[in-house]
């Protein structure tokens, strides 16, 4: 659905890079997350995918369009979902679906549908300026659905929300994809990129690092680790033990036979750890 090929772009035609000299290509049916610090080359990529940058540079395809041509069929099966709500606060969250519903030449979602979906229903009828910052990113979260796409661009799309909101946000993210809509995630919450992509990408100065599934990259850099938690002459004691060290799955038998143990579970190297790890850097 991407493919993207030796991409750079300038904003100021001065040689300063904002993305510099990457490729990468996104699979049907694929969650593939886009993954940096803020500043690192993510909205600069998804702006040229999505048509609201020119391209300078590369050979890109997007959902079979070639990005170099202005083709007003290939934004029918896209949809966006902007970290910044752009919705129109003197329409009601209703009217703001209805009018974009109007921009397509193809079948359109029930708004009421996508309002309740959002956890918006009893606001139908709410004008956007009178709503939350919360509640302006769900609904052009919905609003991003209204074509039904193909391929989804969501930046951030559980920022601001509270964690009941953001768990129905991921479910929905979960349904559609299951259901071979693919998805470009752009974030810098590693939680949420580990939760739903099937491929990261870490970008940083502009430039891909390394591109993988997030199993394999916890295996390949994070530790094997078992946390153990049993009483010792009445008191609690907590061991982390590595399980590929021999001396240390000696002491785990130990444990287990000597003591009363209370908890054992394995840990492994969060995304983040790994990011730092990768790049040297974090991700604020």
């Known amino acids: 659905m991407i493919s993207v090929k030796n991409l750079s772009h300038s904003y ?3 040689g300063i890079l904002a993305i510099n000299n990457i490729s990468f290509d996104v699979a ?3 969650t593939f ?3 940096g610090p803020s500043g690192s080359g993510k909205s600069t990529t998804q702006g040229i995918l999505t048509g609201l940058l020119k391209q ?3 050979k890109v395809s997007v959902a079979g369009y070639d ?3 202005v083709q007003n069929e290939r934004f029918n099966k896209i949809g966006v979902s902007f970290e910044q709500s752009n919705v129109y606060s003197k329409l009601t969250a209703r009217e703001n679906l209805k009018f974009y519903a109007k921009l397509f030449d193809v079948p359109t979602r029930d708004p009421d549908e ?3 979906l959002v956890g918006l229903e009893g606001k139908e009828k709410v004008r956007a300026g009178e709503f939350s910052k919360g509640m302006k990113h769900r609904l052009t979260f919905a609003r991003s659905m209204i074509n039904n796409p193909e391929l989804w661009f969501l930046d951030e799309p559980t920022t601001g929300l509270d964690p009941t909101i953001a768990a129905t946000i991921k479910d929905i993210i979960r349904e559609r994809t299951a259901s071979g809509t693919t998805c470009f995630l752009t974030t810098h ?3 949420i990129a580990d939760e739903l992509c099937d491929r990261v990408a870490f970008i940083i100065d502009g430039e891909i690092v390394l591109i993988d599934t997030p199993k394999k990259l916890k295996l390949q850099y994070g530790q094997k680790l078992a946390e153990i938690e049993y009483f010792k002459d009445g008191k609690l004691i907590t061991e982390t033990l590595k399980t590929i060290d021999n001396a240390d799955k000696s002491r785990i038998a130990d444990i287990i036979k000597n003591y009363d143990v209370q908890t054992m579970h394995t840990k492994e190297a969060t995304l983040e750890e790994i990011f730092i790890q990768v ?3 974090g991700l604020a």
């Open 67 to 69: 990005t170099m041509k």
């Open 33 to 35: 997350g886009f993954l």
């Open 12 to 14: 100021n035609n001065d």
């Open 114 to 116: 996508l309002i309740r």
């Open 189 to 191: 919450n590693m939680y």
């Open 279 to 281: 790049t040297g850097r």
């Open 56 to 58: 300078q540079t590369g």
């Open 28 to 30: 049907k049916g694929e």
